[in-house]
T-cell receptor, first 113, second 116 residues
Framework: EAGVTQFPSHSVIEKGQTVTLRCDPISGHDNLYWYRRVMGKEIKFLLHFVKESKQDESGMPNNRFLAERTGGTYSTLKVQPAELEDSGVYFC???????????FGQGTRLTVV | AQKVTQAQTEISVVEKEDVTLDCVYETRDTTYYLFWYKQPPSGELVFLIRRNSFDEQNEISGRYSWNFQKSTSSFNFTITASQVVDSAVYFCALSEGTDSWGKLQFGAGTQVVVTP
């Protein structure tokens, strides 16, 4: 069974550009989470989808970040326009239910120059 | 405020030595869950264990063991007879109250380096 897959694995963009990260959860997992780890900081929760609905987006840093999960399958996280402080590793995780363990992807390393 | 503290940034051991990773948490909830995840060089976070706040029984899984003590708000992790494959970053995490187990508050992580 395929695990959580994230694309791309690494992205380097210039300040002011737009980047879209993609996450494919484990098949059948209704719950999808986004996290990020900026340099020197802890891994921080961004938001939680249940199917296509945003259950909790309390961790989204600002309105430059837009997450979608159309159809309740894969999810995208768009950063527009990117700023230098957005550099870090963005993780996606999925779980079958809200009370089962979350499985994480390998992360997307975003570098904004 | 930091809710999960992993004071050890990096621990280096020689193969076959035991290593203990400390985790101290802070919460006002009576129901909560504690987790340990492993991040090998490949990058993904691998689930190791979950404990709920009502179960203080220690657990052993192979060379891994966990010591949960509510009195000191600690959930420490010991690797016995370490191996090179144990080299990774280990994260302790907390899920509070009715939050989803996928909504986690992570500690800063402890890098474990095991040398032959």
């Amino acid at each position: 069974e395929a695990g959580v897959t994230q694309f791309p694995s690494h992205s380097v963009i210039e300040k002011g550009q737009t980047v879209t990260l993609r996450c494919d959860p484990i098949s059948g997992h209704d719950n999808l989470y986004w996290y990020r780890r900026v340099m020197g900081k802890e891994i921080k929760f961004l938001l939680h989808f249940v199917k296509e609905s945003k259950q909790d987006e309390s961790g989204m840093p600002n309105n430059r970040f837009l997450a979608e999960r159309t159809g309740g399958t894969y999810s995208t996280l768009k950063v527009q326009p990117a700023e230098l402080e957005d550099s870090g590793v963005y993780f996606c995780a999925s779980s079958l239910t809200v009370n089962t363990e979350a499985f994480f992807g390998q992360g997307t390393r975003l570098t904004v120059v | 405020a930091q809710k999960v503290t992993q004071a050890q940034t990096e621990i280096s051991v020689v193969e076959k030595e035991d290593v203990t990773l400390d985790c101290v948490y802070e919460t006002r909830d009576t129901t909560y869950y504690l987790f340990w995840y492993k991040q090998p060089p490949s990058g993904e976070l691998v689930f190791l264990i979950r404990r709920n706040s009502f179960d203080e029984q220690n657990e052993i899984s192979g060379r891994y063991s966990w010591n949960f003590q509510k009195s000191t708000s600690s959930f420490n992790f010991t690797i016995t007879a370490s191996q090179v494959v144990d080299s990774a970053v280990y994260f302790c995490a907390l899920s509070e109250g009715t939050d989803s187990w996928g909504k986690l508050q992570f500690g800063a992580g402890t890098q474990v380096v095991v040398t032959p």
